[in-house]
């Protein structure tokens, strides 16, 4: 049995994981820096860099200790090296290469949204291919056919703001505070998805593509009128509730309609979605409904492996098996889509 060592520092999680190339996972640690975000409203990359370098070695260290296993017992290193912030995957990168090197091991390179799907095939406990794949994410939103784990072609993706991206601008609009997403799910509660008629872009028509930045801008003028300059964020009560139920409603919709597009045209009939904003218990539940009218089999992970985190680079565990190893002067590549 082979153990594998893989870390993911593509934005503001600092991650580590354990697994075996049998996919059982022993241990998963993520370190968030949401509380070194959140004054800013938002990731800031140099931040972001820093506190990577500063958590990595004693999240590595607990995730080692918790599989119960040392570095002399791991086998293989993996690391996400694309997409995201460069000089935050800078940090993981080195320090894998630095361990595969050390430990004279296989350095794997695993691109972090195909992770987002494979999340679902390690949850899933068995295979998800051929399917149609969806990553909603801080940075991506992007539909996928998935012939394979390794195999994914694009089908469409944003035309401006990710979807989580979305959430958290909306977040800031009426003040709910960063991150956005849990923010804009917990006030959407107790809010009418109805009362605020919003746009859903691009829902009419076959394009499986997505834009955001209007719907964003539509819940600004909602919440404002034009008197936007001068705004401050709404008081908490009714029309805060009612906004982000009615953004909420909105992005659910989109994203929803846009699968079963997806769906349709491919002829594919299992869903794998993935990403942090696959976390969201609406969306969840509008994704169970439509793949059960579709006659659809649904995979999404639970929560702990929708967000960011370094047990879903166990798609390294693929390229092992097929000899994909990395070179030695591996870099960090931050565009991919
Ligand atoms: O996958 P992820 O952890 O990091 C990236 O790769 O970007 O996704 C983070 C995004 C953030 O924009 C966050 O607001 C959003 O996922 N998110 C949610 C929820 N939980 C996290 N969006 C909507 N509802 C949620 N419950
Ligand atoms: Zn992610």
Known sequence: MTHFLALETSCDETAAAVFTDGLAVRSSVVASQTDLHARFGGV????????????????????????????????????????????????????????????????????????HIYACRLAAGRDIFPCVGLVVSGGHTALFQCDGPLAMTLLGGTRDDAAGEAFDKVAAILGLGFPGGPAVE???????????????????????????????????????????????????????????????????????????????????????????????KPLRAALTAMCAKEGAELFIPPLSLCTDNAAMAALAVEKWSRGEFAPADLDAEPNWI
């Open 44 to 115: 800031v990359p140099e931040i972001a860099s820093r506190a990577h370098l500063r958590n990595l070695l004693p999240v590595i260290d607990e995730a080692l200790a918790k599989a119960g296993v040392t570095l002399a017992d791991i086998g293989c290193v993996a690391v996400h090296n694309t997409p995201g912030l460069v000089g935050a995957l800078l940090v993981g990168v080195s320090a894998a290469k630095v361990l595969a090197l050390g430990l004279g091991v296989p350095l794997i390179a695993v691109n972090h949204v195909q992770s």
């Open 186 to 280: 917990r006030e959407a509660a107790a809010g009418d998805p109805k009362a605020y008629a919003l746009p859903r872009p691009f829902a009419d028509d076959g394009r499986l593509e997505f834009s955001f930045s209007g719907l964003k801008t539509a819940v600004m003028y909602a919440c404002h009128g034009q008197d936007v300059a001068r705004a401050k964020p709404p008081e908490p009560g009714p029309k805060r509730a009612n906004l982000a139920a009615s953004f909420q409603a909105a992005a659910v919709d989109v994203l929803t309609i846009k699968c079963k597009q997806a769906l349709r045209k491919t002829g594919l009939k299992r869903l794998a979605v993935g990403g942090g904003v696959s976390a969201n």
